[in-house]
């Protein structure tokens, strides 16, 4: 299963990388870069989070809403993850979590045939156990874009990477956060798009105060979390 999960992230990292990998724009939006505009966004993610020493929760239903902004080339978006409970039935038990991600970025690539962004932001997630909580901190670098395909159908693909820091009790480890996530868009109106597709992401610290906390010993465990699942959405922009 981690295998699958890998490539399928990997996938998301090669399919952004497309130089096609951009949003249909119209003539009308082409003519709105002069200004403001606001996107309000939800995300519905049906997703598994499996956590060290390798233990698996149930699947729950994560809802994310988001906001975006952009001008001309420039753009922002802030989403949040809501504190969602998952249940880890063989020995963890009950475990809270909540994310939040803050990026800004800038269109290289816009036209008809779709966009193309890269960006840089900041990612925070906490997480609370029976008896103790811990916090993770990411800046990472991103892209994201979209490609169009036929009429008002298009692909979407966006990706993260960056240093991770994860903070509790008696322990400070570092390692890497990596995200992933492509799907398909459908425009229902100008402006409203629906998405669907499959979302990955990994949160890798080890060794040090890590393999302490865990108690293995070697000096060389892991502590990683790994999300992932199908995902769906909704937005507006205006």
């Known amino acids: 299963m981690a295998q699958v999960r890998i ?3 990997a996938m998301a990292f090669l399919l952004g990388a497309l130089p096609t990998a951009a949003w249909g724009q119209s003539s009308d939006e082409a003519a709105d870069a002069d ?3 606001y996107t309000l966004g939800l995300k ?3 997703n598994n989070w499996e956590t060290w020493p390798g233990e698996r929760s ?3 239903l994560a809802w994310i809403p988001a906001l975006g ?8 978006s802030f989403s949040y993850f809501n504190k969602t409970r998952y249940n880890f039935p063989v020995s963890i038990g009950n475990a809270d979590r909540r994310e939040m991600d803050l990026s800004a970025g800038y ?7 779709g966009r193309l962004g890269l960006s840089a932001g900041y990612k925070d997630v906490r997480q609370k156990f029976t008896g103790f909580e811990e916090s993770i901190t990411a800046p990472f670098v991103g892209f994201t874009g979209a490609g169009h395909v036929s009429g008002p159908w298009s692909i979407y693909m966006s990706g993260a990477y960056g240093r991770a820091t994860e903070t509790g009790p008696g322990f400070k480890a570092k390692g ?4 992933g996530e492509a799907g398909v868009a459908y425009a229902i109106a100008r402006g409203t798009v629906l ?13 040090g105060d890590c393999d302490a906390f865990v108690g293995f010993g070697t000096g060389k465990a892991r502590c990683r979390d790994t999300t992932d699942g199908f995902i769906v959405g909704v937005s507006h922009t205006f």
């Open 107 to 113: 269109w290289v690539l816009q036209g008809e045939g």
């Open 195 to 207: 998405t669907a597709g499959y979302k990955v992401q990994v949160i890798d610290v080890g060794g």
């Open 69 to 76: 902004v952009s001008y001309g080339n420039y753009f922002g």
């Open 58 to 60: 149930d699947t729950k």
């Open 35 to 37: 200004r403001v505009r």
């Open 44 to 46: 519905l993610w049906y």
């Open 7 to 9: 490539k399928a992230l």
């Open 176 to 179: 890497y956060y990596m995200s």
